[in-house]
């Protein structure tokens, strides 16, 4: 064993923040090591990948106790450090949430396996036949924090990709990280695959976030899930391909051919359900021929929402604040809406274009002209006509589970399943052809 994967075996048993001695080795030792397994994983049958799954699956719910134990003290240690309440809900596990990590693990392993499946045929004149076929990426490198459930999700999918993962998980969510992937670890077991394919980053200095986004070679994509300043420096630092997203500053439009009744419940879900998510709502538009502005207002403020509104907002209650500038380009997440009037349309699609981060934006209306309208001319990765923005998930997209949500427009955009975890190659068959 070399001195990097001893480092790695040790720090896997000891919750520390001190300095890697030497992080670049570390991640170079643990990029080779995940290249090889990935060539195995590459040729691996799907039911042998689903049964590494299931039976991950299965060690979780039957090590429920020590994992929710590892889960109470990161949050013992986050209110200790002033976590924000959206960041310790993200952080939470309670047995259900586990049980939801678990029936993910399983969800995943019944999708189809994307690995081999033609994309495109083609004949050309001469005879030649051409293909494009799915293959895997290779290594895959996700930098995340605060969501313990990242590290199955992250870790699942890849798998069922045919791709080996390095995780990096949050110093917040690292006793909780540890002890879900020592379950995906016994399903790898479990399975006959090495244990490789999935590897947890071992220590939580930022010396080793630095290190893998410069593994150039041996990590092929690098995917960011965490706030702003993460993904900005593995955009600004990275020698490796990224897919990310930036904030998730969602807006939900209440078109004046709105149904009240529709909008109200829409937009307390949209905001409310669960303000930590990056598909909640931030911005709420409101057109001015509305009737019912009022009751919309009101109904978040009941559901303990503060609203920062324009002065022809604040007019509608006397418990909503004044909106700064500020305000209609900031992620919240948190309890928090910013609210403004607009006349039709074409000033919402207008206030999206200047302040969305291109995320997941939705229109409220009974008009089904601008219901496609605004679909067609609103350039977000999800779009959405009389539904709640926190369907912006890939579980709610029948895709099992997610990666990340991807706002670029380059590989894969939108909820990143199995399919995005995927490249493909031209396979050309011929019978002795040659190129005059």
């Not at 399975?191 to 930022?206: F, H, I, N, S, Y």
């Not at 302040?355 to 002209?369: G, K, N, Q």
């Not at 605004?374 to 999800?382: G, K, Q, R, T």
Request: proline share 5%.
């Amino acid at each position: 064993m070399t001195d990097a994967a001893t480092l790695a075996s040790s720090a896997v048993t000891s919750a520390t923040d001190a300095p890697v001695p030497d992080a670049e080795a570390l991640i170079q030792d643990m990029g080779r090591r995940a290249r090889a397994a990935a060539a195995v994983l590459a040729r691996t049958p799907t039911a042998v990948k689903a049964g590494a799954l299931r039976a991950a699956a299965a060690a979780l719910r039957a090590d429920e106790a020590g994992i929710l134990a590892a889960n109470a003290a990161d949050m013992a240690r986050g209110r200790e450090n002033g976590l924000s309440p959206a960041l310790l809900d993200r952080l939470r596990l309670d047995p259900a949430r586990l049980e939801g990590v678990a029936a993910g693990l399983e969800a995943v392993a019944a999708l189809a396996d994307p690995i081999g499946q033609v994309v495109d045929r083609a004949a050309r004149p001469n005879g030649l036949e051409l293909s494009r076929v799915r293959v895997p990426l290779g290594v895959v490198g996700i930098i995340y924090e605060s969501r313990p459930n990242v590290t199955a999700d992250a870790g699942a999918l890849c798998l069922m990709a045919g791709n080996a993962a390095i995780l990096r998980g949050g110093s917040e969510a690292i006793q909780s990280s540890r002890a879900i992937h020592a379950a995906l670890i016994e399903g790898l077991r479990a399975a006959g695959l090495p244990e490789d394919a999935l590897q947890l980053v071992p220590v939580t200095d930022r010396a080793a976030v630095g290190a893998m986004l410069k593994a150039a070679g041996l990590i092929d994509i690098i995917v960011p899930r965490g706030g702003k300043s993460l993904v900005a420096r593995v955009q600004a630092e990275a020698r490796v391909p990224v897919l990310a997203h930036l904030d998730g500053i969602n807006h939900t439009y209440i078109d004046a051919a709105a149904d009240p009744a529709k909008a109200v419940a829409l937009a307390v879900n949209a905001k409310m359900r669960r303000t930590g998510v990056c598909g909640a709502t931030e911005t709420l538009l409101i057109d001015r021929a509305f009737p019912e502005a009022a009751a919309v207002v009101k109904a978040l403020l009941d559901a303990g929402c503060e609203l920062r509104g324009t002065p022809e907002i604040q007019a509608l209650d006397p418990r909503i604040l004044p909106a700064g500038d500020e305000d209609w380009d900031t992620e919240y997440l948190d309890a928090i809406c910013a609210v403004r009037a607009v006349s039709g349309a074409d000033e919402a699609i207008g206030h999206i274009a200047a302040h969305a981060s291109h995320h997941t934006d939705a229109i409220v209306t009974e008009d089904a002209a601008t219901a496609e309208r605004f679909l067609a001319e609103v350039d977000s990765a999800i779009v959405m006509w009389n539904a709640s923005t926190q369907f912006a998930d890939g579980g709610e997209f029948g895709l099992g589970a997610e990666i990340g949500i991807s706002t670029g427009r380059l590989h894969a955009r939108g909820p990143v399943a199995l399919e995005g975890l995927t490249t493909y190659k031209w396979v050309v068959r011929g019978t002795g052809q040659l190129r005059p």
